[in-house]
């Protein structure tokens, strides 16, 4: 799976219409409904805004919209861009401006796939790793047994905070998830505390 962390643009005209790409991260469908406002205000003049999000690499969900459109010749040729580049936690927002001449279905779809392609093609894509969240608080004697678990498994250092205890917040990939649990649960008696904190991701740079 792949996400953007900057807005990626494009441009593309065809018989007098002029289709705008907008390629932007999105983590929930809060962030994806102010998104879509703040492209319809800045194109406020616009035929339509059509659109498709794929957010949560956990429990994928996606969803498109034509915006007008006949039924299935923009938000699905858009999520369906999206889902060809293994895109996640990012929204694909296609402006129209009309051009006078009608397009037909299959311009239509044309048209929507081409622009939302063009987008992904500009966007710098990363590597999205979804990983199994814990913290762990421990005493500073402790911290050779960290270090060799950092070397026996693929962990992310997601924060850490050096006071009367260190407390380490890291992420392991979740096909390394279930036996790293194992392990980290029969050291438990090493450690002051380990919580179990959910599920997350890591964007490889």
Same mark, same amino acid.
């Given at each position: ?10 441009? %593309? ?39 498709? %999000?794929?957010? #949560?690499? &956990? ?11 006949? !039924?299935? @010749? ?14 996640? #936690? ?10 006078? @001449?009608? =397009?037909?279905?299959? !311009?239509?779809? /044309?048209?929507?796939? &081409? ?6 093609? @500009?966007?710098? =894509? ?6 199994? @969240?814990?913290?762990?608080?421990? /005493?500073?004697?402790?911290? !050779? ?38 392990? =980290? ?14 599920? !997350? %991701?890591?964007?490889?740079?």
């Amino acid at each position: 799976m792949y996400t953007v962390t900057n807005t990626a643009v494009s441009d %593309y005209r065809v018989k007098g219409s002029e289709f705008l790409g907008n390629l932007f991260p999105c983590k929930d469908v809060q962030k994806a409904d102010i998104l879509l406002q703040k492209v319809r205000s800045e194109h406020h003049t616009a035929t339509h805004h059509c659109y498709a %999000y794929a957010l #949560n690499p &956990h429990d994928k969900t996606e969803f498109s919209s034509d915006d007008g459109e006949p !039924g299935g @010749t923009a938000g699905l040729p858009i999520q369906n861009i999206l889902r060809s580049y293994d895109l996640i #936690n990012v929204m694909l927002i296609v402006v129209r401006y009309y051009g006078g @001449t009608k =397009l037909g279905k299959a !311009g239509l779809i /044309d048209a929507y796939s &081409h622009t939302a392609e063009l987008t992904a093609e @500009t966007a710098v =894509l990363k590597k999205v790793l979804p990983v199994k @969240t814990f913290k762990i608080i421990y /005493d500073y004697p402790q911290q !050779g047994i960290i270090d060799k678990l950092k070397n026996d498994f693929t962990l992310i250092e997601l924060d850490a905070s050096y006071f009367q205890y260190v407390e380490l917040n890291i992420g392991v990939p979740v096909s390394e998830s279930g036996i790293f649990e194992s392990k =980290l649960m029969s050291l438990a008696h090493l450690f002051d505390e380990i919580e179990d904190t959910g599920k !997350g %991701y890591h964007i490889v740079e």
